[in-house]
T-cell receptor, first 112, second 112 residues
Framework: SQQGEEDPQALSIQEGENATMNCSYK?????LQWYRQNSGRGLVHLIL?????REKHSGRLRVTLDTSKKSSSLLITASRAADTASYFC????????????FGQGTRLTINP | SAVISQKPSRDICQRGTSLTIQCQVD?????MFWYRQQPGQSLTLIAT?????????ESGFVIDKFPISRPNLTFSTLTVSNMSPEDSSIYLC?????????FGPGTRLTVL
């Protein structure tokens, strides 16, 4: 069963604005990863944040992790039309298991 | 990072038939993972494929329906057997390198 929930389920913003997506999970984790999926294609790995990290940056991406609230957020700054995609968070729910449990995803649309 | 390829990229099949999906990785890995993404949904793990042993299936997935082979450390196949329209999904393989999990481009299966 899915342990992650993401909100919003869909987000539509204007190009140049910032987009924030949230992810919540239920059990203790080792790592949390964010992925992008364009039009039903394969998943592109965006960023990994470890359970002992609180914030991580990669280019226009900023990820935060609050293990006390079991939640994470992904911020995309200065959005571009090419950022239009579905975004998923995924957690490794068990020690050493490596297998991931995915959130339901946020469908992001950037309007020109 | 890992380079993962899948064949076929897409297929349209008749109900009652079977399809075998191939996954090739450019590095040797102990475990390979098979996920299913039903239309408009998130990813769900089908099974974990270990080289030299039987695959481990998640709840709701059985070997008779989704037999898996893992003949070496860079290759795996997933067969979707006796297909029905409910099997129409994207099937993705993935591997873990370090802490990051990488995904193949997916196989889009439509069952008529």
């Amino acid at each position: 069963s899915q342990q992650g929930e993401e909100d919003p389920q869909a987000l539509s913003i204007q190009e140049g604005e910032n987009a924030t997506m949230n992810c919540s999970y239920k059990t203790s984790i080792n790592n949390l990863q964010w992925y992008r999926q364009n039009s039903g294609r394969g998943l592109v790995h965006l960023i990994l944040i470890r359970s002992n990290e609180r914030e991580k940056h990669s280019g226009r991406l900023r990820v935060t992790l609050d293990t006390s609230k079991k939640s994470s957020s992904l911020l995309i700054t200065a959005s571009r039309a090419a950022d239009t995609a579905s975004y998923f968070c995924a957690t490794d729910a068990a020690q050493g298991a490596q297998k991931l449990v995915f959130g339901q995803g946020t469908r992001l649309t950037i309007n020109p | 990072s890992a380079v993962i390829s899948q064949k076929p990229s897409r297929d349209i099949c008749q109900r009652g038939t079977s399809l075998t999906i191939q996954c090739q990785v450019d590095s040797q890995v102990t475990m390979m993972f098979w996920y299913r993404q039903q239309p408009g949904q998130s990813l769900t793990l089908i099974a974990t494929a270990n080289q030299g042993s039987e695959a481990t299936y998640e709840s709701g997935f059985v070997i008779d329906k989704f037999p898996i082979s893992r003949p070496n450390l860079t290759f795996s196949t997933l067969t979707v057997s006796n297909m029905s329209p409910e099997d129409s999904s994207i099937y993705l393989c993935s591997v873990n390198l370090g802490y990051t999990q990488y995904f193949g481009p997916g196989t889009r299966l439509t069952v008529l």
